[in-house]
């Protein structure tokens, strides 16, 4: 079966701090993609950054990078320069053949 | 380019009634993708459409329904509504069919049933 795990229900960061929300995966697939979203309170979800499986460099988005490590199935989403505008729910989301598979979401509160 | 909208915003039915979503995909999108989001199960995957034809399916019983029409926006439609049905309902749209290709979100549907 295939498995999202974001062990993190909740993190809180201050602005302009650094930050790493982690998600580990299962599955036997060989073509799939990752990708992180974020869901403000307006529920509208927003791509952040989007990783192909067979590519060994990590992706990049301004602020936003990962740290995908194929062999553990581990795909961490780190935040730079955090902003008050980053706090929302992250969903970790491997995309395969046929659908995304979602985590259960990490809540990210950032401080002024 | 206009992104994916999604038709009524806030719908509220009784049990037993049934409902009609609408989803209109981002210009030149031919796949939708429809996904269930509630607190206790998370966000789960119903199905997707690709020119029509609908290509893969999530584990959800024959009450849930779509389809997809040639100008690639795609209607979900959910019939005996029960109190469990009450979920945001989000559609997402690609280029192409499956997962493997970024899909944009719509703003979601809010579904309430009493």
């Known amino acids: 079966a295939q498995t999202v795990t974001q062990s993190q229900p909740e993190m809180s960061v201050q602005e302009a701090e650094t930050v790493t929300l982690s998600c580990t995966y299962d599955?036997?697939?060989?073509?799939?993609?990752l990708f992180w979203y974020k869901q403000p309170p307006s529920r509208q979800m927003i791509l952040v950054i989007r990783?192909?499986?067979?590519?060994?460099q990590n992706a990049t988005e301004n602020r936003f990078s990962v740290n995908f490590q194929k062999a553990a199935k581990s795909f961490s989403l780190k935040i730079s320069d955090s902003q008050l505008g980053d706090a929302a729910m992250y969903f970790c989301?491997?995309?395969?053949?046929?659908?995304?598979?979602f985590g259960t979401g990490t809540r990210l509160q950032v401080f002024p | 380019k206009a992104g994916v909208t999604q038709t009524p915003r806030y719908l509220i039915k009784t049990r037993g009634q049934q409902v009609t979503l609408s989803c209109s995909p981002i210009?030149?999108?031919?796949?939708v993708s429809w996904y269930q989001q509630t607190p206790g199960q998370g966000l789960q995957f119903l199905f997707e459409?690709?020119?029509?034809?609908?290509?893969n399916k999530g584990n959800f019983p024959g009450r849930f329904s779509g389809r997809q029409f040639s100008n690639s926006r795609s209607e979900m439609n959910v019939s005996t509504l029960e109190l469990g049905d009450s979920a945001l309902y989000l559609c997402?749209?690609?280029?192409?069919?499956?997962?493997?290709?970024?899909?944009?979100f719509g703003p979601g549907t809010r579904l309430t049933v009493l």
């Open positions: 989301a491997p995309g395969y053949t046929d659908k995304l598979i």
């Open positions: 997402a749209s690609s280029l192409t069919t499956g997962a493997t290709d970024t899909q944009y």
């Open positions: 599955t036997s697939e060989s073509d799939y993609y």
């Open positions: 210009s030149g999108h031919r796949s």
């Open positions: 459409y690709f020119s029509e034809t609908q290509r």
């Open positions: 990783q192909e499986a067979y590519k060994q």
